[in-house]
């Protein structure tokens, strides 16, 4: 993810469980994967809690909804600098597989606007990409995951659908083992994962089960931010 703007080192990121991730579905019934209550982290710099990300899960026909929020507040030398994040995939089942039905993002990045507002159409996901005031026609395959996390398929992937820049990267991931990680309730064991290719500087963590645990990804700055989990299907 790599969109230029105050906030956007924010969230440059975008995942052996080589097998089990190749054997992974596309889609599940998340809502009884992850609980009712979602996903929930907070957003961490230097040890101080900069903001929130939340995920719902949602129904719609034979499908789902997921609607993803971040908000961020900082205060760097006397500046404030703000960051809101929404993005909503609806998926369905057609013929077998699964197809995205629409994706729409707003990030208002301390005062700089980007938009992404996809449908399906003849088996694409089509529509426009607005970056700032410069509106673009973008088309992209409607089974690609996008860069939202919370699906552990993306571990057999090589690329998706960035919902910071409305581009497709090409990825590879490396495995670095299980460890443990931080979270709000004590330590999570997981395995660690890092970004490489389109995407660097991220890295991931996901349980045994596949749940999405923590993220981590370098400031412009050069200091470390960190999701850490509040809710994650523990």
Not at 19 to 38: E, I, K, M, T, V
Not at 141 to 165: C, E, F, V
């Amino acid at each position: 993810m790599n969109r230029a703007g105050r906030f956007s080192f924010l969230l440059m990121a975008v995942m052996g469980l080589s097998g089990w991730a190749s054997a992974a579905p596309l889609q599940r019934d998340w809502q009884q994967f992850y609980g009712p209550q979602g996903l929930q982290f907070d957003v961490v710099r230097k040890g101080k809690t900069i903001g929130e990300y939340r995920g719902e899960f949602a129904t719609a026909g034979d499908g789902f909804v997921f609607h993803s929020t971040m908000s961020i507040d900082l205060s760097i030398l006397f500046m404030d600098f703000t960051y809101r994040y929404d993005a909503r995939e609806t998926w369905q089942p057609q013929a077998g597989d699964w197809q995205m039905q629409s994706l729409k993002v707003k990030v208002d990045d301390d005062g700089d606007a980007f938009a992404l507002d996809l449908a399906s159409k003849n088996d694409a996901l089509s529509g426009t990409r607005q970056d700032k005031k410069k509106v673009t026609e973008v088309r992209f395959p409607n089974r690609l995951l996008t860069s939202q996390h919370y699906n552990p398929a993306i571990l057999g992937q090589q690329q998706l659908i960035n919902t910071l820049t409305g581009e497709i990267n090409h990825f590879t991931l490396k495995n670095f083992g299980q460890e443990k990680i931080s979270s709000r309730d004590g330590s999570i064991k997981a395995t660690h994962y890092q970004y490489q290719g389109d995407l660097h500087d991220t890295d991931v963590w996901y349980d045994a089960a596949g749940h999405w645990v923590g993220m981590a990804f370098k400031a412009s700055d050069g200091s470390q931010i960190r999701l850490v989990c509040r809710q994650c299907g523990q």
